[in-house]
């Protein structure tokens, strides 16, 4: 049963509100911060990798606190920007993101060679059961980056986060989640903590243009024969398909209410939820497609049947590469295929694009990502505890925290509840909490049951990391695009 246009625009309606008042605080926040005592934010902190009487030497900074850190937005997004890093670690996304999780404090190491910055880590943190846990800002499933101009300005970063560690006054546990791999603050800061682990994290499919190539290179004869018969489709049984790129910030602006509606409608007959209905993530998207658009850095691609929007995709253009934010197909229109004709065209309009060198698909290896020429990259988790005892202590919880829906679902007493507990410890203690460090696991290239297709490679982890399964994608990695 459909629901009626005017409860689905007045519902996308009211998330955009939602979006525009935690934008209006942002922006309030990051004009108090600049308006406010400067020289006090600017002061190097205690913490520091040389003395801050050389100012050509590079000085790591510990920022506390939101306000804190705006002062450094305009610097931090110029590092990204310089570096090629990904649209969803620029300011716009962080600050949004701590804005809509006020029980995380903005906790971040930033690393200056004068007034210019050299590197920077924006991590948050919040106590929990008297344990600082500190996390990398940022949902779920989007890259995370580790911002460095160069080798050295990594490794004052990494030096700056362990000397900030050492200044907690209590346990703490680090999660670095979604990092490129390799990295070599990741590969400094494994060294430098004492109880430390890395794991592969998901695949990241991205498709680099090559020269001397055409764009059946990048386009597979299987994919461009869907669709030319879903466009035959499209012209044999309905009277219109419209297919149009904009970045016109008015335009991208009217056509939100549209996208959610089908960002929700396909993320529920999929997973049977939707996460924008959760007004934290929405305000995120929102504010993501917002300001990148005013900047005229998004695109958006709408695929109309019958002037009805029946997919689209939103990529952000920066560093020479079109990552693709979200795309998706609305489920009313599947018969006719419109997400196979938009995720081609998304490819196409990058080839002609001759400032464009690569589309990056996001996390989450789906078969059209992979179905050309392209590479898959491989991400890597990274976790830290202060000593052996957190470690063994915090994971325990978590592994008993695993146990309660269980137990609420059969009704297990405490008694049998704690029969259980018993027996995880001995698989605990046998599998961990202590890995070996010499081995890696690599999906094979190729490989049938992986579901890549084309001429895929896959990039290995760095020497050094654990080995393991890893990580199944998030739920932000799975709704992004389908």
Sequence with gaps: MLVSPVNKVSRSEA????????SAESDHVRGQARSGAGNELH???PITAVSAKDTSAPVSELLIGRRALAVWADALDELLAAIGAPPATWWTALDVWLSTHPDHEAW?????????????????RRPRLGVWVVERVG???EPGWLAARDAAAERALADGVVSALCELRRPWVLYLLDLPSPCFAVDALQAA??????EPGPLAPYVPFEPDTTIRTYLSRNTRSAVAKARNRVLRERSSLEVRWTDEADTIQRCLPEILDVYRARNIQLHGESDIDDPREAATIIAM????????RAWLLTVRIDMELAAFA????SGGTMWVYRNLASPAWLRYSPGTIANTEVVRRAYADPTIHTVDWGAGVQRYKVSGHGTLRRSQHLYAWSSRPVRLAWNLRQQLHKCRPMAFAKRLSSRDLFKRAKDVLPRFLQNGPWPNRNTISVPPRNSSKSGLQGDCKVESLPR???GGRGENPSQTEQRRGA
């Design 464 to 466: 050094g990391t654990t």
């Design 43 to 45: 002061a190097p902190d």
């Design 314 to 317: 939103i990529c952000f253009v």
């Design 108 to 124: 971040a190491v930033v690393v200056r060679s004068g007034q210019r910055l050299d590197a920077a880590m924006v991590l948050s």
């Design 139 to 141: 949902a779920r499933g």
């Design 15 to 22: 998330l955009s509100k939602s979006a525009q008042s935690i």
């Design 289 to 296: 497609i917002r300001d990148h658009a005013l900047r005229r």
């Design 193 to 198: 903590l004492r109880v430390t682990r890395v």
